[in-house]
């Protein structure tokens, strides 16, 4: 059995960081190591200990660099890599004018397995070990992202969108048939490897009534899957929404009366919400996904991290490519800690890293596998450097301690401060 063992700066998080000095959240260790072996971390501590524990094994030296855990993109649209950077619209425009358009592109399964792989390789280049993906209506899209995944033993949470009305021809399912494709990509996909399904209403807007029942009953009949759509992102849309379905109490109220929520369901952006929507949120455990860059692109509004928070409500953090800009986990902070210092909420470098780590895992209930590197969980390593470019570099001169570095990587870095990215223990970066 080959061991690897990893050396270098070794940084994971025991829990979300109160504030800078809150040292009992997180473990650092400047001469620091992993020990791997069969996709695990089986051993992590100081290099002296491991090293001895392990003569045999094969060193990777990644000093003076920083180790962590993979990043975890909470909400990523698969089918809309060529949707980035589309000018001038907000969301309902930016769907019909360019989105839908593009997606309707993964219909065809030649183009949705070309596309999977430059999708993973985009991932792992920016230091996402773990993403929630929403593939495009087509059942070949969603085949096409799983088989990807699992050639590379990459964990993956996706789901074919369902959709059966307001886009366009080429994107509508059917209720019948989204039942019948999500119930086959579950029973061949669902907890295979580091696999798992994510139940996928695009939204109310795209989803009939007929359709929503048939996502209950989904839900109903596999309660192990997740749960993804979109939430209260943009007014327009809330409008509408309200307007298609007029005896909602409020935009969640839907997804509630169809027996969408609870813990492992993801609401992405949930912007603007009424305070009946923030009591239902809390009292099903359901959880928000932050999309800071997505947010400002197309002009959504502000995302009240800390007044959900002290409901008690978990938040997820991701890119929301194409709506997103980045990639990058990292650029994702950066525009977070600028959406949050608009509403004088503060996010320490530590929280934040925790978030896109620990913290993204919790709220997947799968923190005891992933976001950490504990000995027990799942080899998804990021090695990052602070030095990367030479304005990073030169800031990183008058930079004393482990804060100042990681918020440096946080407002300054990307996929050059990513030396190399380890999925289930393999280095994906040449
Ligand atoms: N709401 C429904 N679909 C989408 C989508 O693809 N992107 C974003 N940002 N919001 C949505
Ligand atoms: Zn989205």
Redesign the pocket.
């Known amino acids: 059995m080959t061991q690897t063992l990893l050396r270098g700066r070794v940084l994971s998080f025991n829990h979300r960081p109160q504030d800078a000095s809150d040292t009992d959240a997180y473990t650092y260790i400047e001469d620091g190591a992993l020990l791997l072996s069969e996709g695990q971390i089986i051993a992590s501590g100081d290099y002296a200990d491991i090293a001895a524990q392990a003569p045999r094994a094969q060193t990777v030296d990644h000093r003076p660099h920083l180790l962590m855990a993979g990043f975890i993109d909470m909400h990523i ?1 698969f089918p ?1 890599m060529q949707v980035v950077a589309s000018w001038g619209a907000q ?1 309902l425009d930016w ?1 019909n004018n360019y ?1 839908f358009p593009t997606e309707a592109d993964y219909g065809d399964a030649q183009h949705s397995r070309a596309m999977a792989r430059r999708f993973c390789d985009l991932l792992t280049d920016h230091g996402t070990t773990t993403a929630v993906a ?1 593939c495009s209506v087509h059942k070949s899209s969603a085949e096409a992202l799983f088989s990807e995944a699992s050639s590379r033993n990459m964990r993956m949470i996706a789901g074919k969108t369902m959709m059966d009305r307001n886009a366009a021809p080429a994107v509508h399912d059917t209720p019948q048939s989204s039942y019948d494709d999500s119930k086959a990509l579950v029973a061949d996909w669902h907890d295979t490897g580091r696999l798992s399904y994510a139940i996928t209403p ?2 109310a ?2 989803s009939s009534p007929e359709q929503l029942e048939v996502a209950r009953a989904l839900v109903q009949e596999n309660p192990t899957c997740f749960v993804q759509t ?1 939430l209260s ?1 943009n007014h327009a ?1 809330i409008e509408e929404t309200k307007r298609l379905y007029p005896d909602a109490r409020d935009y969640l109220d839907i997804y509630e009366s169809y027996g969408l929520l609870g813990p492992r369901t993801m609401l ?2 949930a912007i603007h919400l009424e305070p009946r929507e923030i009591a239902a949120l809390a009292e099903t455990g359901s959880h928000p996904v932050f ?1 800071p860059t ?1 947010n400002l692109f ?1 002009g ?1 509004g502000l995302f009240d991290e800390a007044g959900l928070r002290e409901r008690g409500i978990t938040s997820g953090i991701a890119t ?1 490519i ?2 997103g800009t980045s990639y990058s986990m990292l650029q994702t902070l950066n525009e977070s800690y600028k959406i949050l210092q608009l509403q004088n909420q503060s996010l320490h470098a530590l929280q934040a890293f925790d978030w896109i780590t620990r913290g993204n895992a919790a709220v997947l209930g799968m923190s005891d596998r992933i976001g950490t590197l504990e000995a027990g969980t799942e080899a998804d390593i990021v090695v990052l450097d602070a030095h990367a470019t030479p304005a990073m570099a030169l800031r990183m001169e008058r930079a004393e301690t482990l804060e100042e570095e990681l918020f440096i990587l946080q407002m300054m870095g990307d996929d050059r401060a990513i030396v190399q990215t380890y999925v289930a223990g393999a280095p994906q970066k040449a």
Request: aromatic fraction near 10%.
């Open positions: 649209h809309q969301l769907l989105t929403f695009r939204f807007i795209t979109h992102e849309e992405g952006h999309c997505s197309l959504s929301d194409g709506g």
